[in-house]
């Protein structure tokens, strides 16, 4: 049994990191470009804050380094995402993001850690950090149902791509699996979900998917952090301002 709890957990690692790596290229496009232009940081602030609870609670919880390694490789890539907003955000962005970035990824987790280590024995810790890491790993997941609704609404995946879709799943799978082994509800509470959802999006892939034609085709910068919808948002935020 030990052995397919490091093997699920290795392919965890895996997947996750693949889930981290995914908005690289967009980041890349910022540098390249200078400027963060109609990008969100928000998702990447929330997924450095989510991040950082999985980090503590696989260092609390015994014989769970596998959860803590592929978290920590995590958080070390948004903290990088962050400070290239930073740096290339326009003054007012600039600005929120660093208010944003120091309220909900420095003083809460670094005033929750402290509080529990200080007040509180193992148990509690463990608790703790599983309970949060396990609601900020549910608004993640629920990410993608804006952009499922959107699939739905105009009857096209342009907006959910396929591969991203397809990682969103098999890294729900394979950590569900991994719960199973270890008997971590924390853990298999927000996959299991993360993996009904990614089920999901490829049954609406296969109804709704179309040929791309030349003249409908969507840039990889627009599709390359899909699930978190922040090109989708900007346009329509910027259609309001227009109209």
Known sequence: MASLNF???LLGNLT???VYLSPAKTFWHIVQRRSTEEFESIP????????YFWVWYGIVKPNSVLVASVNGFGAALEIIYV??????????????TAVLAGVCDVVFPGTTVLVTQIFFDRDVQIKVSGFLSLCFSMV???SPLSAMKTVVVTKSVE?????LSFILFINGAVWTVYAVLTKDLFIGIPNGSGFILGAAQLVLYVMYWKPKSSSKKISDDALEDGWQHERLISAENREKREG
């Open 83 to 96: 400070i290239i907003f930073l740096i290339f955000a326009p003054p007012m962005m600039r600005g929120r």
């Open 159 to 163: 907006y959910m791509p396929f591969l």
């Open 44 to 51: 990447y602030i929330s997924k450095l804050l989510n991040a």
């Open 7 to 9: 093997i699920f957990g």
């Open 140 to 142: 993640a997941y629920s």
């Open 16 to 18: 996750t990191g693949l």
